[in-house]
């Protein structure tokens, strides 16, 4: 992979300005066409995308979220979808890991409205944080307890972790054994006590370093404890934790992209004629095709820009807006990540249509913007997503955040 992408945007030093939202974005865009020369041979090689969590914090874009005043580059939750569309047209794996550290690193701004979680997020500006996601809420005999002197000591095993190990910080969900309340900590992953297994072997998000991890003893320290402003005990995942339906969306959109991009480029070059004299762009039947996936695609991408200007929106008012009028924004935005997913499953099958047999060889990997998308839905159903919708639109019923505590919740990754 060329080097020459580092040069645009600068590392944010003390000697250079922090990057903008406009210039992380365009920088994403150059990165993606870099991804994208070489994600089929890293999937053979099973290579985890080291070099690529590096130029994710060198460019700033781990820093994209957070406050201009607090160090980072004040983008907005618009501007991380846009980033992770543009990415996951090139290797959905390395959207995947920025889209979990958009939304884990999230968690602490959102505990805390008021004060936007200004230390911690001065912390992971100045050091250009990485964050991964140990945030699966259903393994059982995972357990926090106080520990003499304040903070916690953490015992047990989780699942579907991503990207911890890639990362500098990981967000750590656990039950505490003192009161029937959730433990949302950040700790360094490097702490002792944790071990990461190697036992990915799934269908698609190959290189996402999805692990699962042992905790032995690991101790979490008091200023490591995420807190809360809210006033109520930790039960779920924070409130407006909407800004998750945008960027698992986004992923599903830029995936849609690239499956569309990658089959254009080989119908213009590759793909045989099926008619004598009729070359394949001009294939009546193909043009249709393309046509058809071309709608659903600058549709995604108009719903998309709508539906996170909402969640903006909700995000600015948030301290005037009461918590049923935050969650049917959170409802309402909830309508992009069915859609994206079933647009995306939809076109990432059918590029087989207009590019031939020849396209099925292993040496294209076309099949992994299918494999990616298609694991990535399943952890949270498209069904459950629609029936709720279903309910709001027939009902007035707003979506609530499951208790970790009282019922099982579904299932994330």
Same mark, same amino acid.
Not at 72 to 83: I, P, Q, S
Not at 202 to 215: A, K, Q, W
Not at 389 to 401: A, F, I, Q, S, W
């Given at each position: 992979m060329s080097t020459a992408i580092l040069e645009a945007p600068p590392a944010p030093t003390r000697a250079t300005a922090t990057p903008t939202a406009a210039e992380l974005l365009e920088f994403a865009r150059g990165f993606s066409a870099e991804l994208k020369k070489t994600v089929v041979e890293r999937e053979l090689r099973k290579e985890l995308p080291v070099y690529q969590a590096r130029i994710l914090r060198e460019s700033g874009l781990v820093n994209l979220l957070i406050p201009r005043e607090f160090?980072?580059?004040?983008?907005?939750?618009?501007?991380?979808?846009?980033?992770?569309?543009?990415?996951?047209?090139?290797?959905?794996?390395?959207?995947?890991?920025?889209?979990?550290?958009?939304?884990?690193?999230?968690?602490?701004?959102?505990?805390?409205?008021?004060?936007?979680?200004?230390?911690?997020?001065?912390?992971?500006?100045?050091?250009?944080?990485?964050?991964?996601?140990?945030? $699966?809420?259903?393994?059982?005999?995972?357990?926090?307890?106080?520990?003499?002197?304040?903070?916690?000591?953490?015992?047990?095993?989780?699942?579907?972790?991503?990207?911890?190990?890639?990362?500098?910080?990981?967000?750590?969900?656990?039950?505490?054994?003192?009161?029937?309340?959730?433990?949302?900590?950040?700790?360094?992953?490097?702490?002792?006590?944790?071990?990461?297994?190697?036992?990915w072997d799934h269908l698609g998000l190959r290189l996402t370093d999805t692990v699962t991890i042992t905790f032995e003893n690991v101790v979490v320290l008091p200023e490591e404890v995420i807190p809360s402003t809210h006033g109520e005990p930790q039960l779920s995942f924070p409130p407006y934790y909407g800004g998750g339906s945008t960027i698992f969306a986004s992923y599903y959109v830029g995936s849609a992209w690239g499956a569309f991009d990658s089959a254009r480029e080989y119908t213009r070059s590759t793909t045989r004629p099926r008619a004598a004299?009729?070359?394949?762009? $001009?294939?009546?039947?193909?043009? $249709?095709?393309?046509?058809?996936?071309?709608? $659903?695609?600058?549709?995604?991408?108009?719903?998309?820009?709508?539906?996170a200007d909402e969640i903006d929106d909700g995000w600015r008012r948030r301290l005037e807006l009461s918590p049923d009028q935050l969650g049917e924004i959170q409802t309402r935005a909830s309508v992009i990540r069915p859609l994206a997913a079933k647009s995306a499953l939809d076109i990432a099958t059918r590029i087989f249509e207009v590019t031939g047999a020849r396209a099925t060889a292993n040496s294209y990997g076309f099949d992994r913007f299918w494999r990616d998308v298609r694991t990535h839905t399943l952890h949270d159903p498209i069904d459950n997503n629609i029936r709720a919708l279903g309910d709001y639109v027939l009902n007035g019923t707003l979506r609530k955040r499951h208790s970790f505590i009282t019922k099982a919740a579904p299932e994330q990754t």
């Amino acid at each position: 992979m060329s080097t020459a992408i580092l040069e645009a945007p600068p590392a944010p030093t003390r000697a250079t300005a922090t990057p903008t939202a406009a210039e992380l974005l365009e920088f994403a865009r150059g990165f993606s066409a870099e991804l994208k020369k070489t994600v089929v041979e890293r999937e053979l090689r099973k290579e985890l995308p080291v070099y690529q969590a590096r130029i994710l914090r060198e460019s700033g874009l781990v820093n994209l979220l957070i406050p201009r005043e607090f160090g980072g580059a004040g983008g907005t939750n618009k501007d991380a979808a846009r980033v992770i569309t543009e990415l996951a047209k090139g290797d959905a794996n390395v959207a995947a890991l920025l889209g979990y550290h958009y939304i884990n690193s999230a968690i602490p701004r959102l505990f805390d409205f008021k004060g936007g979680a200004e230390a911690i997020e001065r912390k992971s500006a100045a050091n250009r944080w990485l964050w991964g996601n140990v945030s $699966q809420p259903n393994e059982k005999n995972f357990r926090a307890d106080p520990r003499p002197g304040g903070g916690f000591v953490i015992n047990g095993v989780k699942g579907w972790n991503t990207g911890p190990s890639l990362a500098d910080v990981t967000t750590v969900l656990a039950p505490r054994t003192d009161r029937e309340e959730i433990l949302f900590a950040y700790i360094p992953t490097d702490r002792k006590g944790l071990t990461y297994h190697d036992d990915w072997d799934h269908l698609g998000l190959r290189l996402t370093d999805t692990v699962t991890i042992t905790f032995e003893n690991v101790v979490v320290l008091p200023e490591e404890v995420i807190p809360s402003t809210h006033g109520e005990p930790q039960l779920s995942f924070p409130p407006y934790y909407g800004g998750g339906s945008t960027i698992f969306a986004s992923y599903y959109v830029g995936s849609a992209w690239g499956a569309f991009d990658s089959a254009r480029e080989y119908t213009r070059s590759t793909t045989r004629p099926r008619a004598a004299g009729v070359p394949a762009t $001009q294939d009546p039947y193909i043009l $249709q095709k393309y046509g058809e996936f071309f709608i $659903q695609l600058r549709a995604l991408d108009a719903l998309l820009d709508r539906v996170a200007d909402e969640i903006d929106d909700g995000w600015r008012r948030r301290l005037e807006l009461s918590p049923d009028q935050l969650g049917e924004i959170q409802t309402r935005a909830s309508v992009i990540r069915p859609l994206a997913a079933k647009s995306a499953l939809d076109i990432a099958t059918r590029i087989f249509e207009v590019t031939g047999a020849r396209a099925t060889a292993n040496s294209y990997g076309f099949d992994r913007f299918w494999r990616d998308v298609r694991t990535h839905t399943l952890h949270d159903p498209i069904d459950n997503n629609i029936r709720a919708l279903g309910d709001y639109v027939l009902n007035g019923t707003l979506r609530k955040r499951h208790s970790f505590i009282t019922k099982a919740a579904p299932e994330q990754t």
